[in-house]
């Protein structure tokens, strides 16, 4: 089976846009969103993360794929739709908040502070002091290269060194959800493949991941399943795999320089 369009149904009924709700930990319902009055980046973006699940999203430079991130996790107020977690609505609560009910974020830039030690910007992502020491053991195991550097400045750490470091930080709080923009942005080949291998074994901890990525076939590779956006809306939705496969997908981003209108149907 081919990976669906956006507007088709399903075998079993269900809509391309809408993944079973039984299991749903994370969903956006129509949500629009963008930075400058009466420009929308997003144009009712649906998502439905289910628990334990790695989601990708990809789409051309422009898609919103960053402001979708951005949005469910307050840092953008969505204009129109809701963000739930667990049915509870955070949509327009603020970043902190929304950290605290369980979900956390790795921003593409930006996302260590370079000029404290490792174990300064992990003790950072630490709500409760109490079990801080606890849960910075908890991440220098998942994290090994990190514990042989904790006392290392993170700005004189590699770039790969340091998205470990930040994805470590995000998982002080020890979230349900982890959003990640970018993980593998910038990085050097062997980098690249480490970062993914810790997503993987973050996922396999029990932590549902979703993220923005460019590397867009290694990323679909490893998802439970991915979303496409094009224009700020849903234009595909499936099984990693089968997004992979899809050959109007492989025209829209995995190759080809065609938008989806341009593409041959």
Request: aromatic share 4%; net charge negative.
């Amino acid at each position: 089976m081919s990976a669906a369009k956006a507007d088709d149904t399903k075998a079993g009924g269900a809509k391309a846009g809408k993944a079973n709700a039984g299991g749903a930990i994370l969903q956006t319902e129509g949500l629009v969103a963008g930075y400058l009055p009466e420009v929308d980046i997003l144009s009712g973006v649906d998502l439905t993360v289910n628990e334990g699940e790695i989601v990708t999203v990809i789409g051309p430079n422009g898609a919103g794929k960053s402001t979708l991130i951005k949005s469910i996790f307050g840092l953008l107020p969505p204009r129109k739709g809701r963000v739930t977690l667990r049915g509870d609505d955070l949509t327009g609560l603020a970043p902190h908040v929304i950290t605290r009910r369980g979900m956390s974020y790795v921003p593409q830039l930006d996302n260590v502070f370079q000029s404290l030690t490792v174990d300064e910007n992990l003790e950072m992502g630490a709500f409760e002091q109490r079990t801080a020491r606890e849960r910075m053991q908890a991440m220098y195991e998942v994290f090994p290269r990190l514990g042989e550097r904790r006392g290392q400045d993170a700005g004189t750490m590699s770039g790969g060194e340091r998205q470990m470091l930040a994805m470590a930080r995000a998982l002080m709080p020890d979230p349900q959800v982890l959003l990640l923009d970018e993980p593998s942005a910038g990085l050097a080949p062997a980098f690249v493949e480490a970062i993914f291998a810790k997503i993987k074994e973050i996922n396999d901890h029990g932590v549902t991941i979703v993220m923005v990525e460019q590397n867009a076939r290694r990323a679909l590779a490893m998802s439970d399943r991915g979303y496409v956006l094009d224009l700020g809306q849903n234009r595909f939705e499936g099984p990693g795999k089968e997004l992979l496969s899809d050959p109007k997908v492989a025209e829209l981003y995995l190759g080809g320089t065609a938008r989806l209108d341009q593409a041959k149907t």
